[in-house]
RNA sequence: UACCCGGUGGUGUAAUCGGUAACACAAGAGGUUUUGGUCCUCUCGUUGGAGGUUCGAGUCCUCCCCGGGUAGCCA
């Protein structure tokens, strides 16, 4: 009885929940940690963050707001080779950009390093950790491999003094890079291969961002990363699945330190159709010049998705309906489009824009006059209210709006055929120009009076109503089109022996130059969004100028028409 | 042929101590409509397989099959 009852009681405000939070959910009933959550969120300073870094983000500030406690920002920067500076500030603008706040615990793994450095003085003492002076090539060797056990390294019974003296002189810079390292003391048979005495230290003399040549030997992800987790009191290490091997290593050096010992969990990773979310290949799409820049309109990172016209809104929309599992998978990036329209459907005033021009004539509307129709801004929020379109005799209309022969089921604008001018007037066509190759380069009509505004008061009814602007007031504009970046859903998977770059998608651009939009748009801000009517979102790119505005197609309008197109072409 | 982790409709997730498969997207069909948009309605799975325990199993047990990860001095 009592159990109905509460279920009843949560079905207004549906608790979302997974895996993860059950697990916290329960340590904090249980007391552990005093009650309280800590979280972070670790990246590498080393490349542009994409949607699949917003999930780990989103499942790290997230949980932590809602258990009441606070996520961290860490920088992960144990590998001065590969980060900069660079980096570190696009990745904040990033987060914030997303709606999330550090405040002031912005930390990096090397404000650690000399705490992490007293530290492996501490295993050495306990005999758990060495100096091995075996080359990578070596230790790689002799490490054995997934079915084979490995061998021990001729120096792991080393006395404690020589490893505490040889750290000493590693740190003083006496040795070549790559000549030394420490490792843990663990299990040279162990079945994991993470615990196979993985190195701890390693010596490079590179200048680290933050550091600069203070540290010629850095700590390696494995023994930085737990400690620091321990350092800044984190309760649970949220993490994606290819660390779960090495959570055992995480657990050993934290129980031999004898230190605050975080939990770590692990999550899976997101995927998403006709895209990749890989930092290696996200590299290779700008390096190869496939793409424009870490910010190109059609890459998932999350400063191509905001220059693209997402909104942050629309990612954690998103990220909060995917949920939170350790199974592989993919979701179909229409849930991301799905997300994407319901919020900008919600928030975009409307325009007309046609894309693909061809004049329309009205032959009985009088030469010179200029009429102001009145044209909601959003249907969806009566706040918005009207702004006036002027109406002329020469208009545009989108090209793919008229068909000399129509197809089945095409009930736009063909000879004969009457159809209503948004806002405007109902008009019939009543021949066509066409240019000595046999385009159309001119569409007449007629326009009925009675009809102003749209609506006809004999009641009769038209089966299309098209988007239009006044050829003399319209203002030209380059729009850029993008379509999926890859064909396959799956773009890695490619035949062999071919690139995986053969499945790029060649018209994932298309720039178009000739667009015409309503003149309300001349000032319209870098970054502001505009539904066309009957075609889709649109924002403003940063290249855009006064007088030379260039549009993104942020994504179209969901287009039955479309889809009747496809199966017919398919059926034919 | 090692170890770890997974396997619910086309996709992604739900399903409290085992109690009779839910939500969203997609797809298809229909309705409304001054955007072939929005909105509304309907259709589409018996939970990888085989056994077992039980009044009852997606949830427990056994075996099998399939998928992913792991052999950087990367993270």
Redesign the pocket.
């Known amino acids: 009885m009592s159990?109905h009852e509460?279920?009843t009681g949560n079905k207004e405000t549906p608790e979302r929940?997974?895996?993860i939070r059950e697990i916290i959910k329960r340590d904090v009933a249980d007391g552990k940690n005093g009650g309280k959550v800590a979280t972070r969120w670790?990246p590498?300073p080393n490349a542009y963050i994409h949607i699949g870094h917003a999930k780990a983000i989103n499942i790290n500030f997230g949980i932590a707001e809602e258990f009441s406690g606070k996520c961290n920002l860490r920088f992960?920067d144990?590998?001065p080779t590969?980060e900069e500076q660079e980096f570190v500030d696009a990745i904040k603008q990033d987060i914030r950009w997303l709606g999330f706040d550090w405040e002031e615990r912005e930390y990096y793994a090397s404000d650690y390093f000399d705490r992490l450095y007293e530290w492996a003085v501490e295993l050495i003492k306990k005999g758990k950790a060495y100096v091995c002076d075996?080359?990578?090539e070596?230790?790689?060797k002799t490490?054995?491999?997934?079915?084979t056990p490995g061998t021990h390294s001729p120096y792991r019974n080393r006395p404690v003094d020589e490893n505490l003296d040889l750290l000493e002189r590693m740190r003083a810079g006496e040795f070549p890079?790559?000549?030394?390292?420490l490792r843990a003391k663990i299990d040279m048979v162990h079945?994991?291969?993470?615990m196979r005495d993985?190195?701890m230290y390693?010596?490079?003399r590179a200048t680290h961002h933050r550091t600069g040549d203070k540290w010629c030997i850095?700590?390696?992800?494995?023994w930085?990363?737990g400690q620091s987790d321990s350092i800044e009191g984190i309760t649970h290490s949220l993490c994606s699945?290819?660390?779960?091997?090495?959570r055992p290593l995480y657990n050993w050096f934290l129980d031999e330190l004898g230190v605050h010992h975080p939990r770590q969990i692990e999550f899976?990773r997101l995927n998403i159709t006709y895209t990749v979310l890989s930092k290696r290949r996200l590299v290779e799409l700008v390096n190869g010049g496939h793409v424009e820049g870490y910010d190109d309109p059609r890459l998932p990172t999350l400063a191509g998705l905001r220059r693209r016209g997402y909104t942050p809104e629309v990612i954690r929309e998103f990220l909060a309906?995917?949920?939170?599992?350790?199974?592989?998978?993919?979701?179909?990036v229409?849930?991301l489009e799905?997300c994407l329209?319901?919020n900008l459907?919600l928030r975009s005033p409307?325009r007309m824009g046609v894309l693909r021009p061809v004049r329309l004539v009205i032959d009985n509307y009088p030469e010179g006059r200029v009429e102001e129709m009145e044209a909601v801004n959003?249907?969806?929020d009566a706040s918005a209210g009207t702004r006036a379109v002027p109406f002329s005799k020469v208009l545009y209309i989108e090209r793919d709006d008229f068909r000399e022969v129509p197809p089945p089921?095409?009930?736009?604008l063909a000879p004969g055929r009457e159809v209503?001018l948004?806002?405007a007037y109902f008009v019939t066509c009543t021949g066509v120009v066409k240019d000595d190759a046999g385009n159309v380069v001119e569409v007449h009509c007629t326009y009925d009076p009675a009809t102003k505004?749209?609506?006809a008061p004999d009641g009769r009814?038209v089966k299309?109503?098209l988007h239009w602007v006044s050829a003399e007031h319209a203002l030209q504009a380059e729009v850029r089109l993008y379509d999926h970046l890859f064909i396959k859903k799956d773009p890695t998977d490619y035949p062999e022996g071919a690139d995986w770059t053969a499945n790029l998608n060649p018209k994932s651009l298309e720039v178009i130059t000739n667009a015409r939009v309503e003149e309300s748009l001349a000032d319209a801000a870098v970054g502001s969004r505009w539904?066309f009517?009957?075609l889709g979102y649109f924002c403003v790119d940063p290249d855009s100028r006064p007088g030379a505005l260039v549009f993104n197609r942020t994504v179209t309008?969901?287009?039955?028409?479309a889809?009747?197109q496809k199966?017919q072409k398919a059926g034919k």
Do not use: C
């Not at 890079?177 to 390292?181: A, K, W």
């Not at 089921?409 to 736009?412: A, E």
């Not at 309008?557 to 028409?561: E, H, I, P």
């Open positions: 159990n509460k279920s929940s997974d895996f670790p590498e992960d144990t590998n590969r075996l080359s990578a070596e230790v790689s490490r054995g491999t997934l079915t890079d790559g000549s030394r390292t079945p994991n291969m993470n993985p190195v390693r010596i490079l850095y700590p390696t992800y494995d930085a990363h699945i290819e660390f779960e091997n090495h899976a309906l995917i949920g939170v599992d350790k199974t592989d998978s993919t979701v179909d229409q849930l799905h329209r319901r459907n409307r959003n249907p969806e089921k095409y009930w736009r209503r948004r806002y505004g749209g609506d009814k299309a109503t539904q009517e009957r309008l969901r287009d039955t028409w889809k009747i199966a």
